[in-house]
């Protein structure tokens, strides 16, 4: 059965480019990000993991580890992980599962056989310190992904877990948020010390409530 939002995300071991990654324990008490790439020495893939590598300091930040997946061996890797910091100019500073078995890849759903039947699609995953998985996005292997939107999301994700609040269109860390329609007027008064702007009864605007 398909991955679904909320759901335990399944652990598994699996050899990496930093050993063996037992994922539950890897993850800890803290944020996962689990992305998956369609095959070694490929050019978009090159330029993603350049991306996240140059970004760890902001996940961690987030309390937040990074793990990439590729279906093809541990050797492959760590001659990619050359090609990485040649071209892109930063090493590779987070573990890269070596998935030629393609036990996680199956595991999670990556391989769509209507996009390629060997290789895996430009899944990603964002799980919470609960272990489940709070967003999925899939990208065709053909589209490099926007890491920034990741950072984006993450953000959001954290501070509604933690705030009865949404997060509206093109909500940006320090925006203002939207309360959550279950809370009433007497309620948002109480956890909401800073205000709110009631547009409608449903839609209420406040400040990002955590700074």
């Known amino acids: 059965m398909a991955i679904q939002l909320g759901d335990i995300a399944p652990d598994f071991t699996q050899d990496s480019t930093e050993g063996s990654i037992s994922f539950h324990e890897f993850l800890g008490d803290g944020w996962g990000v689990l992305f998956s790439h369609p095959k070694d020495f490929t050019p978009v893939c090159t330029t993603e993991l350049g991306a996240v590598a140059r970004l760890k300091g902001e996940f961690a930040k987030r309390n937040c580890k990074v793990i990439g997946l590729s279906v093809d061996p541990l050797d492959d890797h ?70 920034d939107e990741l950072l984006r999301v993450l953000d959001s994700l954290q501070l509604t877990a933690n705030h009865k609040v949404a997060t509206p269109v093109n909500w940006r860390h320090g925006d203002d948020c939207i309360i959550v329609p279950a809370l009433s007027d007497a309620e948002a008064d109480e956890l909401f010390p800073k205000g709110y702007r009631k547009v409608k009864p449903y839609l209420r605007v406040t400040p990002q409530p955590n700074l």
Request: proline share 6%; net charge negative.
């Open 78 to 147: 760590k001659a990619w992980a050359g090609d990485i910091e040649e071209t892109q100019g930063v090493a590779l500073n987070f573990p890269l599962l070596a998935d030629s078995d393609r036990s996680v890849a199956t595991l999670y759903g990556m391989i769509h056989p209507n996009a390629d039947d060997t290789l895996t699609v430009r899944s990603v995953f964002v799980i919470g310190p609960d272990k489940r998985i709070k967003l999925m996005l899939t990208y065709p292997a053909s589209t490099g992904r926007d890491f």
